[in-house]
């Protein structure tokens, strides 16, 4: 699909019938800030788009390469990237147990 994220995510939507609203994913992630590469994301789907490029740029590294650039990314990056993907993944859980009315037992990772 060759669209930004919240056309994903509305595709989704207009697949499945889900109730998704980029306003809703933007108040889901509101205490959540992500510092990626210099850059302030408060819009996680921004994020999301930010993330595609970069995707973008390790399929196409021997072309990359080949100019001379290199493409390097912070480790540090990844403890906030999981957690990202964990709120993204309870945002997205809550969308499909409200259409489909399954039950979500919520687990203290700590406690498994």
Request: with cysteine; glycine share 4%.
């Amino acid at each position: 699909m060759g669209s930004d994220w919240d056309g994903k995510f509305c595709k989704m939507r207009d697949v499945f019938g889900i109730n998704y609203k980029a306003t809703d994913i933007k108040n889901h992630f509101s205490s959540f800030e992500n510092n990626f590469e210099g850059k302030q994301f408060k819009n996680p789907l921004l994020f999301l788009d930010e993330l595609a490029q970069v995707r973008h740029k390790i399929v196409h590294a021997s072309s990359i390469l080949e100019r001379g650039q290199l493409i390097s990314i912070n480790a540090q990056v990844f403890h906030s990237h999981y957690a990202f993907c964990a709120l993204l993944t309870d945002y997205i859980d809550n969308l499909f147990s409200q259409k489909f009315n399954y039950n979500r037992i919520k687990i203290n990772p700590a406690m498994a």
